[in-house]
């Protein structure tokens, strides 16, 4: 989750291992187009291209794209949710909601069913041939989805509170429904739903929610509001009055609580427990506990801005903004060992950084408007992609592949990461 700019007074790094913005996109011009499967192709800086790329005639605009074992899943301006091969991009469903789609589909690996949220306000799920199996009237125009093994749930932001609903992915039932203080679900598990709760006036409390019916299996006393909520299936943590604090899962009982002071707004739990944290001289810092004690382990300097932080068995990936020499600013991505050793920091050539995604060999830096490729293991880009219309993006990433819908042109595209 981003965290807010803080104000600038020091310098930012060094542009090692990149190009200027320039150099990037003055390749464009040098690379080809393709044509795959029946299907449209745009040309890929480096020489990549994608697989296919599929326009859908009348849509004009399209959502962020889902993914599963055989199908990308994509909202259109058309008013339906689209289910395409992800091998050749063709068309295997299409299902007409009552609005425009402008948020993720969720949906299991294989199998189905789809849930979908449109902006009309209601929730669809859909089975795998396309039909609807059930409809829960909303009115919310926007919402987020997260789907479980065995719950789907929606986080409606339309009234004066947010509202987060659990339903029976299957048959619709409703299995709760409850305030909760955020606008992010960062909490979910199979097992659980760690939310903050309001409890009047500046104040919540962390609670532990049974995804079968809602029911509370622990919460803790109000605090002062919470800066970010997290889980995993092993611990729970939260920040909070300058103090972190993680909780046994199963209980909510105190593993250990430490204080932070003022920290920014992301919270990551990895190998470790990672938070973000300003500095004064304008950069953010990335701070490293001990999951098991708290103890707080490392803390090291990035951009003026961290914008996504990724963390795997044996490091961290951290993406944050720097200075360009040559006006405005690039994305910067440092990866760090879990003992805080900088393993490699890469100035890429995107002139921002809003995502970052990490696969067995690859890292995917992702801004508006295009995306660069490194090897996970150098920081070395290999390849960076930005469409000519300049349209805006929305990735997800697999371990082979990288799927992206094109927002202002109704499109879907596939691109080989080997």
């Known amino acids: 989750m981003p965290s807010e700019r803080p104000e600038r007074t020091g310098s930012a790094g060094s542009r090692e291992q990149t190009v200027t913005r320039r150099e990037v996109l003055g390749t464009l011009a040098a690379v080809g187009s393709l ?17 296919w790329r599929r326009d859908i005639d009348g849509a004009f605009m399209a959502g962020p794209p889902a993914v599963t074992d055989e199908l990308v899943l994509a909202g259109m301006q058309d008013k339906a949710l689209y289910g395409l091969r992800r091998e050749d991009g063709s068309t295997t469903l299409r299902f007409e909601t009552g609005g425009p789609i402008e948020t993720r589909p969720v949906a299991p690996p294989s199998g189905g069913p789809y849930h979908v949220h449109s902006t009309d306000g209601d ?8 039909e609807e199996l059930w409809r829960d009237e909303g009115t919310a125009r926007r919402a987020r989805l997260v789907r479980t093994g065995s719950l789907v749930a929606e986080l409606d932001f339309a009234g004066s509170e947010n509202t987060l609903t659990g339903y029976d992915p299957q048959t619709g039932d409703r ?10 679900l960062d909490g979910v598990t199979d097992d659980s739903f760690v939310v903050p709760v309001p409890a009047g006036g500046s104040e919540s409390r962390v609670v532990s929610l049974s995804p079968a019916d809602g029911s509370v299996r622990w919460r803790t006393e109000p605090r002062r509001w919470y800066s970010n909520v997290a889980a995993d299936v092993r611990l729970a943590a939260a ?3 300058g103090t972190l604090t993680a909780y046994e899962l199963s209980d909510g009982s105190v593993r250990w609580h430490v204080p932070i002071g003022d920290v920014g707004r992301t919270m990551v739990l990895g190998s470790q ?29 990035t951009g003026y801005q961290i914008r996504a932080v990724e963390a795997t068995d044996d490091a961290v990936f951290v993406g944050s903004r720097v200075d360009d020499p040559d006006g405005g600013m690039l994305g910067r991505i440092d990866c760090f060992d879990l003992d805080g050793t900088r393993r490699w920091q890469t100035v890429t050539g995107l002139p921002s950084l809003d995502s ?51 927002v202002e042109e109704g499109a879907v595209a596939r691109f080989p990461l080997d």
């Open 35 to 51: 044509s795959v499967a029946g299907c449209s192709s745009i040309p890929g800086l480096g020489g990549r291209r994608p697989v």
């Open 123 to 130: 929730l669809y799920a859909v089975d795998a041939a396309g």
């Open 175 to 184: 299995r709760f429904e409850r305030a909760v203080s955020s606008y992010f």
């Open 239 to 241: 920040a909070r009055d």
């Open 273 to 301: 427990t990672y938070l973000t944290r300003d500095r004064e001289d304008g950069r953010q810092e990335l701070l490293a506990f001990d999951r098991e004690t708290g103890e707080r382990l490392w803390a090291n300097p």
């Open 356 to 406: 970052l995604a990490v696969t067995g060999s690859h890292v995917v830096a992702g801004w508006d408007r295009g995306f660069e490729v490194l090897s996970r293991k150098t920081g070395e880009t290999r390849w960076s992609y930005e469409p000519d219309s300049h349209s805006r993006l929305s990735l997800r990433v697999e371990p082979s592949s990288v799927f992206v819908s094109y």
